[in-house]
Nanobody, 116 residues
Framework: QVQLVESGGGLVQAGGSQILSCTMS????????MGWFRQAPGKEREFVAG????????NYADSVKGRFTLSRDDAKNIMYLQMNGLKPEDTAVYYC?????????WGQGTQVTVSS
């Protein structure tokens, strides 16, 4: 059973930076495509960024392009989301997601709050 644990959330001022981490256990990390989603209060969960199983391809939501960078370290079973130039509208609970075939798993989420 895959388990995902996010860390790195918290309060940051607008314009600041933060790094989120997602650590996976219970599966072969390198086989999974991975990504981050977020959900703001009163809104639906939305895609933020994704990376394929080989780590050669990443894609981003338009709202975060040029500010967020997604990477993975298959040796450590960790995925990172480097967030720069944070804006108040980035405030949300951020969720780690992994997928292989029809199987997917979610982390419990980590709160990111950006103050203006």
């Amino acid at each position: 059973q895959v388990q995902l644990v996010e860390s790195g959330g918290g309060l940051v001022q607008a314009g600041g930076s933060q790094i989120l981490s997602c650590t996976m256990s219970g599966g072969t990390f390198s086989r999974f495509a991975m990504g981050w989603f977020r959900q703001a209060p009163g809104k639906e969960r939305e895609f933020v960024a994704g990376i394929n199983w080989g780590g050669r391809s990443t894609n981003y939501a338009d709202s975060v392009k040029g500010r967020f960078t997604l990477s993975r370290d298959d040796a450590k079973n960790i995925m990172y989301l480097q967030m720069n130039g944070l804006k108040p509208e980035d405030t949300a609970v951020y969720y780690c997601n992994v997928k292989v075939g029809a199987y997917e798993a979610w982390g419990q989420g980590t709160q990111v709050t950006v103050s203006s």
